[in-house]
């Protein structure tokens, strides 16, 4: 099993920034990615970006691109989401979420944060 813990969130006005972290613990070795995901009141839950453990490959979704940057700290087994330029269309309960493969596609995701709320005010 793989243990994940968000932080980082809060309200922040248009404009802004956040950086969420997760910080993961237990069996790592069963995860080889680590992605962030969102879900908005009324919305289905919707992929955000995702990075791989080994290496610096990343994957964004088209409406987070040249705003947020995914980052990540072997060492500390945490993943950061900086979020730069907030709208306040971001506004979700952000999720951390860890798979054992690639990500060249955004499923398989079998590790969950509990997560964090996100609200951009306008």
């Known amino acids: 099993q793989v243990q994940l813990v968000e932080s980082g969130g809060g309200l922040v006005q248009a404009g802004g920034s956040l950086r969420l972290s997760c910080a993961a613990s237990?069996?790592?070795?069963?995860?080889?990615?680590v992605g962030w995901f969102r879900q908005a009141p009324g919305k289905e839950r919707e992929f955000v970006a995702a990075?791989?453990?080994?290496?610096?490959?990343?994957r964004y979704t088209d409406s987070v691109k040249g705003r947020f940057s995914i980052s990540k700290d072997n060492a500390k087994n945490t993943v950061y989401l900086q979020m730069n330029s907030l709208k306040p269309e971001d506004t979700a309960v952000y999720y951390c979420?860890?798979?054992?493969?690639?990500?060249?596609?955004?499923?398989?995701?079998?590790?969950w944060g509990q997560g964090t709320q996100v609200t951009v005010s306008s």
């Open positions: 990075i791989r453990w080994s290496g610096a490959i990343t």
């Open positions: 237990g069996r790592t070795s069963s995860a080889s990615v």
């Open positions: 979420a860890a798979k054992y493969g690639g990500v060249d596609n955004i499923y398989g995701f079998g590790f």
